[in-house]
């Protein structure tokens, strides 16, 4: 059976210039009735806020830490969502706990202290397309950076830039290079990304891999993503993605799980 990815049937919107200081990315899913279709989830550093909408109407805004491994799930009925994703660094500020406190955890945005979960009732009372323009008017007033937030922010920006090039430096290059600690630099990226820099840029790796996966020999992946060789790509995609790469492509894949979201 194949499995689906959420990136196959999210539209990118547009995002208001009042939020882009907040959003790195906003995508639409329409109302679609999948059936039993499996849903593959590949790992992701990113905090997302979630507006989910049933068929039925029903409406539910919940947010997804920080995924640090794959996920194999089916849906619990036809849904549509709008997906918020948040930039590095900016967890604490909209949601009012750290990155690291949502890692591989689905939590209802209306029990988060932030100011985004103050809006959770209305978010989920009004159609998920008025919720944007909501925000939109909104956020701006009501969240705020301290200093040391914002100069977090710009460490973090910097690191992971550096972390995803091509020639991605160790983590002891990256931090004698932003001028801070190692153990700095792992601070900032748990409060602001929910993982580790280490972990982080073997998530980039392996998307880097799933990205060019089926078209290239696995020995050219390994030597233009930076693993050691072939078996290194192999052990890492095992171990973040639950299988082997050859047994990923034919679609032999862990059996899903029914999606238990937050009420």
Known sequence: ??????????????TPESLRPWLTELTSTPVLDVGDQPFAHTPEATTTV?????KSGRRAAYVIGAQTKAAYSQAQGPA?????????GVTRQLLGVSASELTDRAVSLAELP??????????TNIPADEAIAYLEHTLPHHVSETDTERAHRIVLREAISSLTTDTAPSIPDLATRLAVSERQLRNIFQTGTGMSPKHF????????????????PWSHLAAHTGYYDQSHLTADFRTLMGVPPAAYLRGKLPAPTRCQLPR
């Open 1 to 14: 059976m194949r499995y689906l990815t959420s990136t196959e049937l999210e539209t990118p919107v547009p």
């Open 114 to 123: 932030g100011p985004l979960g103050t809006f959770a009732t209305d978010l």
């Open 50 to 54: 979630v507006l989910r909408t049933e």
């Open 80 to 88: 549509g969502c709008v997906r918020l994703r948040l930039e590095p």
């Open 201 to 216: 840029a073997r998530i980039t790796r392996l998307r880097q891999v799933l990205a060019y996966a089926g078209n290239t």
